[in-house]
């Protein structure tokens, strides 16, 4: 990666220039695609009523959703003009906020709860990010975090980086999260669960090693625990 090149500003800027379309993908996405089983899952470990924050919220689809499932919500984003129009929807527990992932605009222990859906692969230090999460959540407190799998198109937004191009993706293999946050120090780490593409039997590969279930995956959910 150049010298010149900032992170920070580059990610921003696609953010800012992407907001139509990823209004437009968001709202099927959550309802019937890749993220449907997100919130059902989350209020199997975080109680309803609890204070969370959704970390890269982008449109603050999700994050209505989840004030709509009974949360107290925060969406954030490192985008203007995606917190700009995030903040046309409207709920009595939802509130929306522009921060960074790298440096959250929170005190220590503020959130019962957390999720962050695909937002660490757009990270520039993935591990810095994750310890900043955990700074934010209450002790007890839970993380659902998204990743995405080896079999997820947006993967290939960092394959350009083999050409020494500078990228604003940091993809990382479902089962190096899972490691990045054994070291991280979090505990009751839950396998969650994969999505897989369509033409994928679904019966047949929940048979298989967790691991070999990731590498197969679209998308792999996890629960986290801050100790």
Not at 29 to 54: E, H, L, T
Not at 57 to 64: E, L
Not at 157 to 180: A, H, K
Request: glycine share 10%.
């Amino acid at each position: 990666m150049s010298d010149s090149f900032n992170w920070h500003e580059a990610a921003t800027k696609k953010w800012d220039q992407n907001v139509t379309f990823w209004s437009e993908k968001s709202r099927s996405m959550w309802s019937q695609g890749s993220r449907a089983g997100i919130i059902p899952f989350i209020k199997n470990y975080i109680p309803d009523g609890s204070k969370m924050a959704d970390i890269g919220c982008g449109d603050g689809h999700g994050a209505f959703l989840l004030s709509e499932a009974g949360y107290t919500v925060t969406g954030v984003d490192l985008s203007p003009k995606m917190i700009e129009h995030a903040n046309q929807m409207r709920g009595d527990r939802l509130t929306f906020t522009q921060g960074d992932l790298a440096d959250l605009p929170f005190a220590e222990d503020t959130y019962d709860g957390l999720m962050a859906i695909n937002s660490l692969e757009w990270t520039e230090d993935p591990k810095g990010a994750l310890e900043e999460l955990r700074r934010v959540l209450k002790p007890g407190g839970r993380l659902c975090v998204a990743i995405l799998g080896p079999t997820a198109g947006p993967r290939q937004n960092s394959y350009r980086r083999l050409y020494g191009e500078d990228v604003i993706c940091n993809t990382m293999m479902p089962w190096e999260f899972e490691q990045l946050a054994k070291e991280g120090g979090w505990g009751a780490i839950s396998y969650g669960y994969g999505v897989f593409k369509d033409g994928v039997k679904e019966d047949v590969v929940r048979s298989f090693p967790n691991q070999l279930q990731q590498a197969l995956a679209f998308l792999w959910v996890f629960m986290l625990e801050k100790q």
